[in-house]
């Protein structure tokens, strides 16, 4: 099993937000999640926290796949196209950098043709945890 999918298997969020890992290759990847009306905010538009969960869940796809062990360090959002109830949200993410230790991968979120973000993430690769 590799380390992507280990991750994957442990990641309890992704059954709770509904993100349905589509596919996943060295240094890519796919992820979907349909906006439900728990989604929604106070403007009947997906929470943006939600779209961002999203795309740092394929970031982590993409960032582990060239290097396991790879967490979070930084990222950056921005919403260009509100999600409402019923959209179907695809994010790709590719990595655009990589070294031993360090790698930057840049993710589009859509619904069908139409961009609603672009995240850029920064990640570090931590030492394994002790059991």
Do not use: W
């Not at 590799?2 to 990641?11: C, E, I, K």
């Amino acid at each position: 099993m590799s380390a992507v999918q280990q991750m994957l298997r442990a990641d309890q969020s992704l059954s709770l937000l509904g993100i349905n890992v589509v596919n996943e290759t060295s240094g890519s990847g796919v992820a979907t999640m349909l906006v439900t009306e728990e989604m929604a905010n106070g403007h009947q538009i997906c929470h943006g926290g939600l779209v961002f969960s999203l795309a740092d869940t394929v970031f982590a796809i993409a960032a582990n796949a060239v290097n396991a062990g790879t967490v979070t360090s930084e990222s950056s959002i921005s919403y260009l196209a509100p999600a409402r109830v019923g959209d179907l949200l695809v994010a790709d993410a590719n990595v655009t950098y990589e070294t031993d230790r360090r790698v930057i991968v840049d993710v589009t979120v859509r619904i069908g043709e139409a961009t609603v973000a672009l995240y850029r993430g920064f990640g570090r690769t931590i030492k394994p945890q002790r059991a």
